[in-house]
């Protein structure tokens, strides 16, 4: 329905912004107390959150309807493991001052998902998607041939984790928020000893004589959850190849906030590939369109 495919298409293009300017700003500011504690406090905030979401909207009817299934709960504990690694990787990234390499994951991901939408859901290919596959195929040779040495494994990692995470939950199908608390509920007896381990020792920064920095830390969790939501819902909408085309807005603005706000290099090799990147996106969404 074109109702369905217009609010597809928002909530995922919400969430792709989102990923791309908002989380980056946020995530290279709280970065300072280490990757390992930040994916802790992801984890856990973001489970705390789901809970109270749960709760206020009074789906824990509905919680032990999805829990009870097995099939549901082998995917979501697939798909828990992948989004885990995502969420690792992407921090690891950018405390480590690598946000180009995940950048670059980000861009062959779309890819991925496009052609998983073809092998396992029939997910229709015509010419001009072709073409526009195509299109990206080649500003990714130009990345790798004339920008870097070899594939760095921070973008493997989160292209791959990121588009069989998709795929995962497009088979599960089950509501968006309920299916994230699962996979939360899987991550966070983890997430709680590793913070017991930092604590033990005296390494947390997050703790009560420093409540706001406290704060902000807490807010890893709707910062996970809200663009995740939206990206989700978008992808049972409209599908793994349009939403993983319109993903390619997460990593172009990381590469403009690189440039214009961290002052990170943009070659003119980086510049040629971005611009074939948008012909494909608009050759591809132009025909999304006309088609639904």
Same mark, same amino acid.
């Given at each position: 329905?074109?109702? +369905?495919?217009?609010?597809?298409?928002?909530?995922?293009?919400?969430?792709?912004?989102?990923?791309?300017?908002?989380?980056?700003?946020?995530?290279?500011?709280?970065? @300072?107390?280490?990757? *390992?504690?930040?994916?802790?406090?992801?984890?856990? $905030?973001?489970?705390?959150?789901?809970?109270?979401?749960?709760?206020?909207?009074?789906? $824990?009817?509905?919680?032990?309807?999805?829990?009870?299934?097995?099939? =549901?709960?082998?995917?979501?504990?697939?798909?828990?493991?992948?989004?885990?690694?995502?969420?690792?990787?992407?921090?690891?990234?950018?405390?480590?001052?690598?946000? *180009? +390499?995940?950048?670059?994951?980000?861009?062959?991901?779309?890819?991925?998902?496009?052609?998983?939408?073809?092998?396992?859901? =029939?997910? =229709? /290919?015509?010419?001009?998607?072709?073409? &526009?596959?195509?299109?990206?195929?080649?500003?990714?040779?130009?990345?790798?041939?004339?920008?870097?040495? &070899?594939?760095? $494994?921070?973008?493997?990692?989160?292209?791959?984790?990121?588009?069989?995470?998709?795929?995962?939950?497009?088979?599960?199908?089950?509501?968006? +928020?309920?299916? /994230? /608390?699962?996979?939360?509920?899987?991550?966070?007896?983890?997430?709680?000893?590793?913070?017991?381990?930092?604590? &033990?020792?005296?390494? =947390?920064?997050?703790?009560?004589?420093?409540?706001?920095? &406290?704060?902000?830390? *807490?807010?890893?969790?709707?910062?996970?959850?809200?663009?995740?939501?939206?990206?989700?819902?978008?992808?049972?909408?409209?599908?793994?190849?349009?939403?993983?085309?319109?993903?390619?807005?997460?990593?172009?603005?990381?590469?403009?906030?690189?440039?214009?706000?961290?002052?990170?290099?943009?070659?003119?090799?980086?510049?040629?590939? @971005?611009?074939?990147?948008?012909?494909?996106?608009?050759?591809?969404?132009?025909?999304?369109?006309?088609?639904?």
């Amino acid at each position: 329905m074109k109702k +369905d495919f217009n609010k597809g298409l928002l909530l995922t293009s919400l969430g792709s912004f989102w990923w791309g300017f908002v989380g980056v700003i946020y995530f290279e500011y709280v970065a @300072f107390i280490g990757h *390992i504690e930040l994916v802790v406090h992801r984890c856990l $905030w973001t489970a705390v959150m789901l809970i109270l979401t749960t709760s206020f909207f009074s789906k $824990w009817k509905l919680f032990i309807k999805v829990a009870s299934n097995k099939k =549901n709960l082998i995917g979501l504990f697939i798909s828990g493991f992948l989004i885990f690694i995502n969420w690792a990787v992407w921090i690891y990234a950018v405390a480590s001052e690598r946000i *180009i +390499d995940a950048s670059f994951g980000y861009f062959i991901m779309p890819i991925i998902s496009v052609l998983l939408g073809y092998i396992f859901f =029939n997910e =229709n /290919l015509n010419n001009k998607r072709i073409i &526009s596959i195509f299109l990206v195929l080649i500003s990714i040779f130009i990345l790798i041939f004339f920008n870097l040495k &070899s594939l760095p $494994w921070v973008g493997i990692i989160v292209a791959l984790s990121w588009a069989f995470y998709n795929l995962v939950r497009k088979k599960i199908n089950v509501d968006t +928020d309920i299916g /994230l /608390l699962i996979e939360s509920l899987y991550i966070l007896p983890f997430a709680l000893i590793v913070f017991y381990l930092i604590a &033990s020792k005296g390494m =947390n920064d997050f703790n009560l004589t420093k409540p706001g920095l &406290s704060l902000i830390l *807490i807010l890893a969790g709707p910062m996970t959850v809200i663009p995740l939501f939206l990206y989700v819902r978008g992808v049972e909408l409209i599908g793994l190849g349009p939403t993983g085309m319109i993903f390619y807005i997460t990593p172009t603005l990381q590469f403009l906030l690189g440039y214009f706000y961290y002052n990170e290099d943009f070659s003119l090799v980086k510049f040629v590939s @971005f611009i074939i990147i948008w012909i494909a996106v608009i050759i591809y969404l132009k025909d999304l369109y006309e088609t639904n």
